[in-house]
């Protein structure tokens, strides 16, 4: 290679190496800064922030409150049925289900538990059966009562409940008048006398109790069963006007034949109301297993022993609606808690108010206010059922309260 031709090529890489320089230093330049201060009325453009992610969908292992709560309910009926079922309790998931239905739809409404405890008491879940007082369904109510509560669907009221209603009450001062009678009877002395005229006070104040329900069958009624009853409730006044003047200066053979005239008029009532009651029993009890037969096509006992529920509904629209389980729970929740108010004004103390309550819907306000006010010396009945409801009360309340007690419980709620 000539000398020239290396010096050319010399010449060359260096001017290619001057231009790489020059390119690299253009390109690392740093931008100049702007010192001029900006216009007033300038605004600085701030960019929105990226939209935040969207929440993540919650994940479906974790229950919502809703959820727990009915996981919650479930769990709680299904103890309540299980202690039930202990009790010799027929369809006890049934009758708690629809007890506690109705609980959660009242506006105000005394404990499941005592709801149970009194529907237990009442009919051992038997819901179709009918007393001899002419009691019905559930919550065994009588034709009074479901009107008391203001129900309006169909109710059986025949001629025979009518007297056998009307008896009933209407003897109850002629019952008072021998009560007191018979203790001079027995025993004849100022102290005694003193006693009974105690008695005859508190008879007298009571003598229209439980006279204004009859009033509620008046739309069932003609108009001579109000000419009865008004007759009754005079001659009733009278009887006890008469024992007055008798313990004020009659002597003890007078007592004694005014005592047996009068035992004699009651106990005719109290035959006249049992004869009544049991013919009305009879014919409802009748009717009701001739519609079950004619309706689901097999015999009344089977479809009583395992359809109860699904007949309690026809006969409820069918026949009375008293048998309507539905309607009997709803009743239960208005009437248990009537009875209480009624609880809270008779008691003498807080503690005897459950008692008290169980006492006036076993034996109504007319039996246990004379009871109270020593009219009656007992009721067998109503002081076993007064024991006997507060005792399945707690029972349940207790098998509630193993539920939070037991851990696999706890865990049983957060699934």
Same mark, same amino acid.
């Given at each position: 290679? !000539?000398?020239? &031709?290396?010096?050319?090529?010399?010449?060359? &890489?260096?001017?290619?190496?001057?231009?790489?320089?020059?390119?690299?230093? %253009?390109?690392?330049?740093?931008?100049?800064?702007?010192?001029?201060?900006?216009?007033?009325?300038?605004?600085? /453009?701030?960019?929105?922030?990226?939209?935040?992610?969207?929440?993540?969908?919650?994940?479906?292992?974790?229950?919502?409150?809703?959820?727990?709560?009915?996981?919650?309910?479930?769990? $709680?009926?299904?103890?309540?049925?299980?202690?039930?079922?202990?009790? &010799?309790?027929?369809?006890?998931?049934?009758?708690?289900?629809?007890?506690?239905?109705?609980?959660?739809?009242?506006?105000?409404?005394?404990?499941?538990?005592?709801?149970? %405890?009194?529907?237990?008491?009442?009919?051992?879940?038997?819901?179709?059966?009918?007393?001899?007082? =002419?009691?019905? =369904?559930?919550?065994?109510?009588?034709? /009074?009562?479901?009107?008391?509560?203001?129900?309006? =669907?169909?109710?059986?009221?025949?001629?025979?409940?009518?007297?056998?209603?009307?008896?009933?009450?209407?003897?109850?001062?002629?019952?008072?008048?021998?009560?007191?009678?018979?203790?001079?009877?027995?025993?004849?002395?100022?102290? *005694?006398?003193?006693?009974?005229?105690?008695?005859?006070?508190?008879?007298?104040?009571?003598?229209?109790?439980?006279?204004?329900?009859?009033?509620?069958?008046?739309?069932?009624?003609?108009?001579?069963? *109000?000419?009865?009853?008004?007759?009754? #409730?005079?001659?009733?006044?009278?009887?006890?006007? +008469?024992? +007055?003047?008798?313990?004020?200066?009659?002597?003890?053979?007078?007592?004694?034949?005014?005592?047996?005239?009068?035992?004699?008029?009651?106990?005719?009532?109290? $035959?006249?109301?049992?004869?009544?009651?049991?013919?009305?029993?009879? +014919?409802?009890?009748?009717?009701?297993?001739?519609?079950?037969?004619?309706?689901?096509?097999?015999?009344?006992?089977?479809?009583?022993?395992?359809?109860?529920?699904?007949?309690?509904?026809?006969?409820?629209?069918?026949?009375?609606?008293?048998?309507?389980?539905?309607?009997?729970?709803?009743?239960?929740?208005?009437?248990?808690?009537? #009875?209480?108010?009624?609880?809270?004004?008779?008691?003498?103390?807080?503690?005897?108010?459950?008692?008290?309550?169980?006492?006036?819907?076993?034996?109504? !306000?007319?039996?246990?206010? $004379?009871?109270?006010?020593?009219?009656?010396?007992?009721?067998?009945? *109503?002081?076993?059922?007064?024991?006997?409801?507060?005792?399945?009360?707690?029972?349940?309340?207790? !098998?509630? %309260?193993?539920?939070?007690?037991?851990?696999?419980? +706890?865990?049983?709620?957060?699934?």
């Amino acid at each position: 290679m !000539s000398r020239d &031709w290396r010096i050319a090529l010399l010449v060359s &890489w260096f001017v290619l190496l001057l231009f790489c320089v020059a390119s690299f230093s %253009a390109a690392h330049r740093p931008e100049p800064i702007d010192r001029t201060i900006a216009a007033p009325s300038a605004v600085a /453009v701030v960019e929105p922030p990226p939209d935040p992610a969207p929440p993540a969908e919650p994940s479906r292992a974790v229950p919502t409150l809703g959820e727990v709560a009915a996981d919650h309910i479930e769990m $709680r009926a299904s103890v309540l049925a299980g202690e039930l079922a202990s009790m &010799w309790t027929r369809n006890p998931d049934q009758l708690v289900r629809v007890i506690q239905n109705a609980s959660r739809q009242a506006s105000g409404s005394p404990s499941i538990t005592l709801l149970l %405890a009194i529907a237990h008491a009442e009919t051992n879940g038997k819901i179709l059966d009918v007393s001899e007082a =002419g009691a019905v =369904g559930l919550a065994q109510a009588t034709p /009074v009562a479901a009107r008391q509560e203001a129900f309006d =669907g169909k109710l059986f009221v025949t001629r025979d409940y009518l007297i056998g209603s009307r008896a009933y009450i209407m003897k109850k001062p002629l019952g008072d008048a021998d009560t007191i009678a018979s203790l001079i009877v027995e025993r004849d002395d100022e102290r *005694t006398r003193r006693k009974a005229k105690r008695l005859l006070a508190s008879a007298l104040a009571l003598r229209l109790e439980g006279v204004h329900e009859l009033d509620l069958l008046l739309p069932y009624a003609t108009p001579s069963y *109000t000419e009865n009853i008004q007759r009754a #409730k005079k001659h009733n006044l009278a009887v006890l006007r +008469e024992l +007055e003047r008798l313990l004020g200066s009659g002597s003890r053979a007078e007592i004694r034949s005014f005592r047996d005239q009068v035992r004699r008029e009651y106990r005719d009532l109290k $035959r006249t109301q049992a004869d009544s009651w049991r013919r009305y029993q009879l +014919e409802l009890a009748g009717k009701r297993d001739a519609l079950l037969e004619e309706h689901f096509g097999r015999p009344a006992s089977e479809v009583k022993k395992e359809l109860p529920y699904e007949a309690a509904e026809f006969l409820g629209e069918a026949l009375d609606e008293r048998f309507s389980a539905q309607r009997m729970a709803e009743f239960l929740v208005r009437h248990l808690e009537r #009875k209480a108010e009624e609880a809270r004004r008779l008691a003498r103390k807080n503690d005897d108010v459950e008692e008290m309550t169980a006492a006036l819907y076993n034996g109504g !306000s007319h039996n246990v206010k $004379r009871m109270l006010a020593g009219l009656i010396a007992s009721l067998p009945e *109503t002081q076993r059922y007064m024991k006997k409801v507060p005792a399945t009360r707690r029972r349940l309340d207790a !098998s509630i %309260a193993s539920l939070f007690m037991t851990p696999v419980d +706890e865990s049983a709620i957060s699934r």
